[in-house]
Protein backbone atom coordinates (compact mmCIF):
# COMPACT_ATOMS: atom_id res chain seq x y z
CA UNK A 1 0.00 0.00 0.00
CA UNK A 2 1.62 3.52 -0.93
CA UNK A 3 2.14 6.37 2.33
CA UNK A 4 -0.25 8.80 1.21
CA UNK A 5 1.04 12.08 1.48
CA UNK A 6 -0.42 13.95 4.88
CA UNK A 7 -3.51 15.89 3.94
CA UNK A 8 -5.24 18.61 5.68
CA UNK A 9 -8.69 17.34 7.36
CA UNK A 10 -10.44 20.30 6.00
CA UNK A 11 -9.57 19.22 2.42
CA UNK A 12 -10.60 15.63 3.12
CA UNK A 13 -14.61 16.01 1.71
CA UNK A 14 -13.43 17.56 -1.50
CA UNK A 15 -10.45 14.56 -1.82
CA UNK A 16 -13.21 12.10 -1.28
CA UNK A 17 -15.52 13.36 -3.81
CA UNK A 18 -12.54 13.58 -6.72
CA UNK A 19 -10.98 10.62 -6.31
CA UNK A 20 -12.07 8.14 -8.54
CA UNK A 21 -13.90 5.12 -7.10
CA UNK A 22 -16.59 1.82 -7.79
CA UNK A 23 -19.58 1.69 -6.66
CA UNK A 24 -20.48 -2.11 -6.31
CA UNK A 25 -23.36 -2.33 -4.21
CA UNK A 26 -26.51 -0.12 -5.76
CA UNK A 27 -29.65 -1.10 -6.38
CA UNK A 28 -31.08 0.58 -9.23
CA UNK A 29 -34.52 0.84 -8.07
CA UNK A 30 -33.37 1.96 -4.91
CA UNK A 31 -32.37 4.90 -6.63
CA UNK A 32 -35.98 5.92 -8.45
CA UNK A 33 -36.32 9.88 -6.49
CA UNK A 34 -39.90 10.48 -5.89
CA UNK A 35 -39.85 13.18 -8.33
CA UNK A 36 -39.46 10.23 -10.82
CA UNK A 37 -41.96 7.96 -9.30
CA UNK A 38 -44.70 10.44 -9.74
CA UNK A 39 -43.79 11.07 -13.31
CA UNK A 40 -43.82 8.01 -13.98
CA UNK A 41 -47.02 7.51 -11.80
CA UNK A 42 -48.52 10.13 -14.25
CA UNK A 43 -47.18 8.91 -17.40
CA UNK A 44 -48.57 5.12 -17.12
CA UNK A 45 -51.41 5.99 -15.20
CA UNK A 46 -50.25 3.79 -11.50
CA UNK A 47 -51.79 5.62 -8.65
CA UNK A 48 -49.50 6.02 -5.72
CA UNK A 49 -51.15 6.16 -2.38
CA UNK A 50 -49.06 9.42 -1.59
CA UNK A 51 -50.43 13.01 -2.25
CA UNK A 52 -47.15 14.28 -3.74
CA UNK A 53 -43.60 14.37 -3.37
CA UNK A 54 -43.21 15.60 0.04
CA UNK A 55 -45.09 13.12 1.64
CA UNK A 56 -43.65 10.34 -0.16
CA UNK A 57 -40.26 11.51 1.24
CA UNK A 58 -41.69 12.04 5.01
CA UNK A 59 -42.75 8.19 4.61
CA UNK A 60 -39.14 6.80 4.40
CA UNK A 61 -38.63 6.60 8.40
CA UNK A 62 -37.57 3.17 8.47
CA UNK A 63 -37.07 0.73 12.12
CA UNK A 64 -35.79 -2.08 10.07
CA UNK A 65 -34.58 -3.73 6.85
CA UNK A 66 -38.22 -5.26 5.91
CA UNK A 67 -39.92 -1.28 6.70
CA UNK A 68 -37.91 -0.02 4.41
CA UNK A 69 -38.68 -3.23 1.56
CA UNK A 70 -42.57 -2.59 1.92
CA UNK A 71 -41.71 0.81 0.33
CA UNK A 72 -39.22 0.40 -1.87
CA UNK A 73 -41.50 -2.17 -3.83
CA UNK A 74 -44.42 0.54 -3.84
CA UNK A 75 -42.13 2.93 -5.22
CA UNK A 76 -41.12 0.46 -7.83
CA UNK A 77 -44.67 -0.25 -9.41
CA UNK A 78 -44.60 2.56 -11.46
CA UNK A 79 -41.98 1.07 -13.83
CA UNK A 80 -43.16 0.01 -16.57
CA UNK A 81 -42.13 0.59 -20.15
CA UNK A 82 -38.62 -0.19 -21.34
CA UNK A 83 -38.13 3.44 -21.39
CA UNK A 84 -38.87 4.03 -17.53
CA UNK A 85 -36.04 1.22 -16.58
CA UNK A 86 -33.74 3.27 -18.86
CA UNK A 87 -34.57 6.70 -17.38
CA UNK A 88 -34.10 5.34 -14.13
CA UNK A 89 -30.66 3.62 -14.32
CA UNK A 90 -29.75 7.16 -16.94
CA UNK A 91 -30.45 9.23 -14.06
CA UNK A 92 -28.57 6.96 -11.10
CA UNK A 93 -25.55 7.18 -14.10
CA UNK A 94 -25.59 11.04 -14.47
CA UNK A 95 -25.36 11.60 -10.48
CA UNK A 96 -22.32 8.65 -10.35
CA UNK A 97 -20.65 10.63 -13.32
CA UNK A 98 -20.92 13.89 -11.27
CA UNK A 99 -19.41 12.20 -8.44
CA UNK A 100 -16.33 10.89 -9.81
CA UNK A 101 -17.62 6.89 -9.94
CA UNK A 102 -15.99 5.31 -12.89
CA UNK A 103 -17.58 1.70 -12.65
CA UNK A 104 -21.26 1.06 -11.38
CA UNK A 105 -22.32 -2.77 -10.64
CA UNK A 106 -25.73 -2.10 -11.10
CA UNK A 107 -28.42 -5.04 -8.99
CA UNK A 108 -31.88 -5.06 -10.43
CA UNK A 109 -34.58 -7.05 -9.01
CA UNK A 110 -36.61 -8.74 -11.99
CA UNK A 111 -39.15 -10.62 -9.84
CA UNK A 112 -40.61 -7.21 -8.43
CA UNK A 113 -41.31 -6.28 -12.08
CA UNK A 114 -41.97 -9.69 -13.68
CA UNK A 115 -44.75 -10.61 -10.73
CA UNK A 116 -46.92 -7.84 -12.37
CA UNK A 117 -46.68 -8.43 -15.79
CA UNK A 118 -43.89 -6.67 -17.04
CA UNK A 119 -41.56 -8.73 -19.38
CA UNK A 120 -37.90 -9.59 -18.33
CA UNK A 121 -36.93 -8.29 -21.79
CA UNK A 122 -38.28 -4.65 -21.49
CA UNK A 123 -36.36 -4.90 -17.95
CA UNK A 124 -33.21 -6.30 -18.90
CA UNK A 125 -33.18 -3.86 -22.42
CA UNK A 126 -33.78 -0.46 -20.67
CA UNK A 127 -31.01 -0.72 -18.29
CA UNK A 128 -28.80 -2.16 -20.36
CA UNK A 129 -29.06 0.37 -23.03
CA UNK A 130 -28.50 2.69 -19.80
CA UNK A 131 -25.42 1.46 -19.64
CA UNK A 132 -24.14 0.96 -22.75
CA UNK A 133 -24.96 4.67 -23.01
CA UNK A 134 -22.97 5.58 -19.71
CA UNK A 135 -19.88 3.99 -21.22
CA UNK A 136 -20.28 5.97 -24.86
CA UNK A 137 -21.70 9.07 -23.41
CA UNK A 138 -19.90 9.69 -19.80
CA UNK A 139 -17.12 7.31 -19.85
CA UNK A 140 -18.85 5.32 -17.08
CA UNK A 141 -18.38 1.63 -17.32
CA UNK A 142 -21.25 -0.10 -16.01
CA UNK A 143 -22.64 -3.75 -15.70
CA UNK A 144 -26.13 -5.31 -14.16
CA UNK A 145 -25.81 -7.68 -11.96
CA UNK A 146 -29.49 -9.63 -11.39
CA UNK A 147 -30.49 -10.30 -7.81
CA UNK A 148 -33.17 -13.09 -6.83
CA UNK A 149 -35.47 -12.06 -4.05
CA UNK A 150 -34.72 -14.39 -1.26
CA UNK A 151 -38.53 -14.23 0.58
CA UNK A 152 -39.92 -16.07 -3.15
CA UNK A 153 -38.90 -20.07 -3.47
CA UNK A 154 -35.98 -21.07 -5.15
CA UNK A 155 -38.25 -22.44 -7.86
CA UNK A 156 -39.30 -19.02 -8.60
CA UNK A 157 -35.88 -18.44 -8.54
CA UNK A 158 -35.04 -20.69 -11.17
CA UNK A 159 -38.05 -19.86 -13.09
CA UNK A 160 -36.40 -16.21 -12.95
CA UNK A 161 -33.10 -17.59 -14.11
CA UNK A 162 -34.49 -19.29 -16.97
CA UNK A 163 -36.40 -16.16 -18.72
CA UNK A 164 -33.42 -14.20 -18.09
CA UNK A 165 -30.95 -16.39 -19.79
CA UNK A 166 -31.46 -15.04 -23.32
CA UNK A 167 -30.19 -11.77 -22.21
CA UNK A 168 -27.31 -13.38 -20.68
CA UNK A 169 -24.89 -11.31 -22.46
CA UNK A 170 -26.23 -8.25 -20.80
CA UNK A 171 -25.95 -8.99 -16.93
CA UNK A 172 -22.38 -10.37 -15.66
CA UNK A 173 -23.69 -12.05 -12.35
CA UNK A 174 -26.32 -13.02 -9.98
CA UNK A 175 -26.82 -11.72 -6.62
CA UNK A 176 -29.74 -13.00 -3.50
CA UNK A 177 -31.35 -9.56 -1.60
CA UNK A 178 -35.27 -8.91 -0.01
CA UNK A 179 -35.73 -9.85 3.48
CA UNK A 180 -32.75 -11.63 5.05
CA UNK A 181 -33.62 -13.27 8.27
CA UNK A 182 -35.28 -16.35 8.14
CA UNK A 183 -34.20 -17.12 4.38
CA UNK A 184 -30.67 -18.33 5.11
CA UNK A 185 -28.33 -18.47 1.49
CA UNK A 186 -28.47 -22.28 1.58
CA UNK A 187 -32.07 -21.87 0.31
CA UNK A 188 -30.42 -20.98 -3.02
CA UNK A 189 -27.76 -23.42 -2.83
CA UNK A 190 -28.72 -24.96 -6.00
CA UNK A 191 -29.46 -22.19 -8.13
CA UNK A 192 -26.40 -20.64 -7.41
CA UNK A 193 -24.34 -23.83 -8.18
CA UNK A 194 -26.58 -23.46 -11.83
CA UNK A 195 -25.42 -19.74 -12.41
CA UNK A 196 -21.51 -20.88 -10.94
CA UNK A 197 -21.77 -23.41 -14.02
CA UNK A 198 -22.83 -20.95 -16.48
CA UNK A 199 -20.17 -18.30 -15.61
CA UNK A 200 -21.79 -15.84 -13.99
CA UNK A 201 -20.59 -14.03 -11.00
CA UNK A 202 -22.12 -14.63 -7.69
CA UNK A 203 -22.68 -12.50 -4.74
CA UNK A 204 -25.16 -12.23 -1.96
CA UNK A 205 -26.50 -10.04 0.64
CA UNK A 206 -25.22 -11.65 4.29
CA UNK A 207 -24.61 -9.89 7.58
CA UNK A 208 -26.95 -6.72 7.24
CA UNK A 209 -29.51 -7.97 9.71
CA UNK A 210 -28.77 -11.62 9.76
CA UNK A 211 -26.44 -13.19 12.00
CA UNK A 212 -22.81 -14.11 11.12
CA UNK A 213 -23.57 -17.92 10.14
CA UNK A 214 -25.16 -16.31 6.89
CA UNK A 215 -21.55 -14.77 5.92
CA UNK A 216 -20.64 -19.01 6.65
CA UNK A 217 -23.31 -20.34 4.50
CA UNK A 218 -23.00 -17.43 1.61
CA UNK A 219 -18.85 -18.14 1.06
CA UNK A 220 -19.25 -22.32 1.64
CA UNK A 221 -22.54 -23.08 0.06
CA UNK A 222 -23.22 -20.23 -2.14
CA UNK A 223 -19.07 -19.53 -2.69
CA UNK A 224 -20.01 -16.13 -3.58
CA UNK A 225 -16.87 -13.63 -4.86
CA UNK A 226 -18.21 -10.57 -2.66
CA UNK A 227 -20.30 -10.25 0.46
CA UNK A 228 -22.60 -7.83 0.21
CA UNK A 229 -23.12 -5.40 3.78
CA UNK A 230 -21.63 -8.52 5.88
CA UNK A 231 -20.89 -5.97 8.64
CA UNK A 232 -22.58 -8.15 11.20
CA UNK A 233 -19.05 -10.08 10.62
CA UNK A 234 -16.93 -8.54 13.21
CA UNK A 235 -19.51 -10.78 16.02
CA UNK A 236 -17.05 -13.80 14.70
CA UNK A 237 -13.74 -13.51 15.06
CA UNK A 238 -12.83 -16.56 13.16
CA UNK A 239 -14.99 -15.13 10.19
CA UNK A 240 -12.92 -11.82 9.87
CA UNK A 241 -9.85 -13.63 9.40
CA UNK A 242 -11.51 -15.88 7.11
CA UNK A 243 -12.40 -12.93 5.03
CA UNK A 244 -9.36 -11.55 4.94
CA UNK A 245 -7.34 -14.27 4.16
CA UNK A 246 -9.16 -15.19 1.56
CA UNK A 247 -9.66 -11.17 0.56
CA UNK A 248 -13.57 -11.35 0.04
CA UNK A 249 -14.82 -8.48 -0.44
CA UNK A 250 -17.69 -6.82 1.90
CA UNK A 251 -19.95 -4.29 0.11
CA UNK A 252 -20.56 -2.21 3.23
CA UNK A 253 -23.26 0.44 2.92
CA UNK A 254 -22.79 2.85 5.90
CA UNK A 255 -26.10 5.53 5.64
CA UNK A 256 -28.49 2.55 4.60
CA UNK A 257 -27.03 0.93 8.11
CA UNK A 258 -27.88 3.80 9.92
CA UNK A 259 -31.66 4.14 8.16
CA UNK A 260 -32.11 1.08 8.65
CA UNK A 261 -31.26 1.13 12.22
CA UNK A 262 -28.37 -1.94 11.90
CA UNK A 263 -26.35 0.84 13.99
CA UNK A 264 -28.10 3.25 16.37
CA UNK A 265 -25.71 6.45 15.12
CA UNK A 266 -22.72 6.48 12.53
CA UNK A 267 -20.17 7.07 14.84
CA UNK A 268 -20.78 3.86 15.68
CA UNK A 269 -20.94 2.04 12.69
CA UNK A 270 -17.68 -0.88 12.50
CA UNK A 271 -16.50 0.37 8.80
CA UNK A 272 -13.08 1.37 10.46
CA UNK A 273 -12.81 -2.17 12.50
CA UNK A 274 -13.27 -4.10 9.10
CA UNK A 275 -10.20 -1.88 7.49
CA UNK A 276 -8.14 -2.27 10.75
CA UNK A 277 -8.35 -5.87 10.27
CA UNK A 278 -7.52 -5.97 6.64
CA UNK A 279 -10.57 -6.51 4.89
CA UNK A 280 -11.42 -5.70 1.53
CA UNK A 281 -13.95 -3.46 2.68
CA UNK A 282 -15.59 -0.86 0.27
CA UNK A 283 -18.31 1.86 0.91
CA UNK A 284 -21.60 2.12 -1.25
CA UNK A 285 -24.91 3.66 -1.42
CA UNK A 286 -27.41 0.88 -1.38
CA UNK A 287 -30.77 2.79 -2.29
CA UNK A 288 -29.38 6.46 -2.30
CA UNK A 289 -33.13 7.85 -2.88
CA UNK A 290 -34.11 6.41 0.15
CA UNK A 291 -31.34 6.48 2.48
CA UNK A 292 -30.26 10.42 2.21
CA UNK A 293 -27.02 10.17 0.00
CA UNK A 294 -25.49 9.17 -2.78
CA UNK A 295 -21.88 7.59 -2.61
CA UNK A 296 -20.17 10.48 -1.83
CA UNK A 297 -22.33 11.24 0.94
CA UNK A 298 -22.08 8.29 2.02
CA UNK A 299 -18.26 8.48 1.80
CA UNK A 300 -18.19 12.12 3.76
CA UNK A 301 -20.66 11.95 6.29
CA UNK A 302 -18.58 8.28 7.06
CA UNK A 303 -15.70 10.05 7.53
CA UNK A 304 -16.62 13.02 9.48
CA UNK A 305 -18.67 10.79 12.03
CA UNK A 306 -15.92 8.11 12.37
CA UNK A 307 -12.84 10.06 11.90
CA UNK A 308 -11.11 7.85 8.74
CA UNK A 309 -8.04 9.13 7.21
CA UNK A 310 -6.60 10.07 3.34
CA UNK A 311 -5.14 6.69 4.07
CA UNK A 312 -8.14 4.62 4.77
CA UNK A 313 -9.83 7.22 1.32
CA UNK A 314 -7.29 5.59 -0.47
CA UNK A 315 -7.66 2.28 0.52
CA UNK A 316 -11.53 2.35 0.18
CA UNK A 317 -11.10 3.39 -3.42
CA UNK A 318 -8.49 0.77 -3.92
CA UNK A 319 -10.41 -1.84 -2.66
CA UNK A 320 -13.29 -0.89 -4.67
CA UNK A 321 -11.32 -1.07 -7.65
CA UNK A 322 -10.55 -4.88 -6.53
CA UNK A 323 -13.18 -6.23 -5.66
CA UNK A 324 -14.96 -5.23 -9.21
CA UNK A 325 -15.43 -7.19 -11.96
CA UNK A 326 -14.23 -5.60 -14.25
CA UNK A 327 -11.01 -6.78 -16.32
CA UNK A 328 -7.43 -6.57 -15.02
CA UNK A 329 -6.22 -4.22 -17.20
CA UNK A 330 -9.04 -1.97 -16.89
CA UNK A 331 -8.53 -2.61 -12.85
CA UNK A 332 -4.88 -1.41 -13.33
CA UNK A 333 -5.59 1.97 -15.06
CA UNK A 334 -8.41 3.23 -12.67
CA UNK A 335 -5.48 2.12 -9.72
CA UNK A 336 -3.40 4.90 -11.71
CA UNK A 337 -6.10 7.49 -11.56
CA UNK A 338 -6.45 6.72 -8.09
CA UNK A 339 -2.61 7.06 -7.52
CA UNK A 340 -2.62 10.48 -9.45
CA UNK A 341 -5.80 12.36 -7.50
CA UNK A 342 -3.89 11.62 -4.64
CA UNK A 343 -0.59 13.30 -6.00
CA UNK A 344 -2.50 16.16 -6.98
CA UNK A 345 -3.56 16.48 -3.34
CA UNK A 346 -0.52 16.67 -1.38
N1 LIG B 1 -33.10 -4.60 -1.59
C1 LIG B 1 -32.84 -3.30 -1.73
N2 LIG B 1 -32.08 -2.87 -0.72
C2 LIG B 1 -31.83 -3.93 0.06
C3 LIG B 1 -31.09 -4.15 1.26
N3 LIG B 1 -30.44 -3.16 1.87
N4 LIG B 1 -31.09 -5.37 1.80
C4 LIG B 1 -31.76 -6.36 1.22
N5 LIG B 1 -32.45 -6.22 0.10
C5 LIG B 1 -32.49 -5.02 -0.48
ZN1 LIG C 1 -28.46 -3.96 -0.77
Known amino acids: MPAVPPIAAERLPELLRRMPKAELHIHIEGSLEPELIFEMSRRNGIAIPYAGVEELRRAYAFTNLQSFLDIYYAGASVLIN ?3 FHDMAWAYLLKAK ?3 VVRAELFFDPQTHTARGVAMETVINGLHSACTRAGAELGVSASLILCFLRHLSEGEAFETLEQALPFQDKFIGVGLDSS ?8 FAKVFARCRELGLHLVAHAGEEGPPSYVWTALDLLKVERID ?4 SSKDPQLMRRLAQDRIPLTV ?3 SNLKLCVFPAL ?12 LVATVNSDDPAYFGGYLNENFTRTFAATGLSAQHAWQLAANSFEASFAEPEQKRRWRDQ ?3 AFAQFA
Open 229 to 232: HGVQ
Open 338 to 340: LDA
Open 98 to 100: AEN
Open 180 to 187: EVGHPPEK
Open 267 to 278: EQHNLRELLDAG
Open 82 to 84: ERD
Open 253 to 255: CPL
